[in-house]
């Protein structure tokens, strides 16, 4: 069942359409599924690859760069390091974890940003990274 994606010049979005058989797909039976436009282009689709977490992490380990920016106590690395967990496992951040993102990008120290989110802690304790091994925050 071929899902291709398209952008549709009525609403001026990307769409993904979806056809039943491979039989059935063609661009002039595509229709936006938001507007019901028929002018569309189908686009090259962005290609994802399957990949174990112990191989996500692996390829986060290997990031120098984000490592780095850790080791020197940057708020913003620390934000950016967590953005990139959330996207690598496929977790959306909530609203409370958005706003922390939000203020270390600012560059507010973690320890303030806990201070003012008692709820943070959680039960045990750990802070905004506690259940992240050696991520306790920046001491």
């Keep these: 069942m071929p899902i291709y994606e398209y952008y549709c010049y009525d609403c001026t979005k990307r769409v993904s359409v979806f056809f039943r058989t491979m039989s059935e797909a063609s661009d002039a039976a595509a229709a936006c599924p938001t507007c ?26 290997d990031d120098a760069s984000l490592m780095s920016g850790l080791e020197s106590e940057d708020p913003r690395a620390l934000a950016g390091f967590m953005r990139r967990m ?18 270390l990008e600012a560059g507010e120290n973690p320890e303030s940003i806990e201070q003012s989110m008692p709820d943070l802690a959680g039960d045990d304790g750990g802070g905004m990274m506690g259940g992240m091994p050696g991520m306790g925050g920046f001491e």
């Design 86 to 103: 959330s996207d690598e496992m496929g977790e959306p951040l909530d609203a409370e974890m958005a706003e922390v993102m939000n203020r």
């Design 36 to 61: 019901s436009g028929r002018r569309l282009r189908r686009l090259v689709s962005r290609v994802r690859m399957l990949r174990s977490e112990e191989s996500r992490m692996e390829s986060m380990a």
